[in-house]
């Protein structure tokens, strides 16, 4: 493969980076290319020395993704980020794709308990007006203790949500350089 078809390939599999990335990122592998020349090495030599541009492409992409992720934790850049971390190999499906559904059970089942604990009060009051005669002071007492309850669960949600958003980009960004070629200690 030589210096043209190289760069044609990794331009492609950069498809997710944006236009001013792609180009900085295509100068750095012109770049290798034209050392690469000077040192005496053929364009093919080079090309096999820096691997596939695929790979390259998905393992850009996915540090990315991950770093927008991060800039910007809503739940499309997580997801680009998740699938971006996927694709880099067959096995991250398990490793990545196993937690991330652990953890949006543990969110959603914390915040539908918050949630239900708030609208309690209202449950026993559509209660009553649906059975007339049954309304009883201490139900709504006891509703509205658990409404306050509710309150401090959603506070407490809140906080757990952004910890574990953060944690799992974590996660990501380490399995990411994990599968690009192992973790390197300083």
Not at 29 to 45: D, N, R
Not at 109 to 114: D, F, P, Q
Request: with cysteine.
């Amino acid at each position: 493969m030589n210096k043209q078809q190289f760069l044609r390939e990794l331009d492609s599999s950069l498809e997710a980076i944006s236009s001013a990335e792609r180009c900085e990122i295509l100068q750095d592998y012109e770049e290798y290319f034209s050392i690469g020349l000077e040192e005496g090495k053929t364009e093919e030599a080079i090309a096999s020395s820096l691997g596939s541009p695929r790979q390259i492409g998905k393992e850009l992409a996915a540090s990315y993704q991950v770093e927008k992720a991060k800039t910007s934790a809503t739940a499309g850049n997580i997801m680009r980020a998740v699938w971006a971390v996927i694709g880099l190999g067959f096995f991250n499906l398990v490793i990545v794709l196993g937690p991330l559904a652990g953890l949006i059970g543990v969110l959603a089942g914390g915040w539908a308990a918050g949630s239900a604990f708030v609208a309690s009060p209202l449950l026993v009051l559509v209660n009553a007006v649906i059975n007339m005669g049954t309304f009883e002071w201490f139900d709504l007492f006891l509703s509205i203790a658990l409404c306050g309850t509710g309150l401090f669960i959603l506070i407490g949600m809140f906080f757990v949500t952004k910890a574990i958003l953060k944690g799992f980009l974590r996660y990501l960004k380490w399995n990411a350089s994990l599968v690009k070629g192992g973790l390197q200690h300083d």
